[in-house]
């Protein structure tokens, strides 16, 4: 009922610069917080950034001043920029975006993105 499609992962050197794409469709009522997560080889999923329906922000420590998410709800889209990007920055990052369907309002659910590689080496 509800896709969420990245775009924007890829091989990038240290120091460069990415941006992640997760854009949302379905029977989609209104949408609440959003946030990208990462998962490295070999570790658990970590929450890299999230943004609420107002527009507030939050930072894992090792990305802030780096990363910034934003969201565009008229087009049901978030976004992490990235720049300065470390070798420790190679994962596989998903969205997530806590979604109410048309079907099942007030009911909030969460729902994630396939995944998209990002891969930081020289």
């Known amino acids: 009922q509800v896709q969420l499609v990245e775009s924007g992962g890829g091989l990038v050197e240290p120091g460069g610069s990415l941006r992640l794409s997760c854009a949302a469709s379905?029977?989609?009522?209104?949408?609440?917080?959003m946030g990208w997560y990462r998962q490295a080889p070999g570790k658990q999923r970590e929450l890299v950034a999230s943004i609420t329906s107002a527009g507030s922000t939050n930072y894992a420590e090792s990305v802030k001043g780096r990363f910034t998410i934003s969201r565009d709800n008229a087009k049901r889209t978030m976004y992490l920029q990235m720049h300065s990007l470390k070798p420790e920055d190679t994962a596989v990052y998903y969205c997530?975006?806590?979604?109410?369907?048309?079907?099942?309002?007030?009911?909030?659910?969460?729902?994630w993105g396939q995944g998209t590689q990002v891969t930081v080496s020289s």
């Open positions: 997530c975006q806590a979604v109410v369907l048309v079907s099942t309002t007030p009911n909030i659910n969460d729902y």
């Open positions: 379905g029977s989609i009522f209104s949408i609440y917080a």
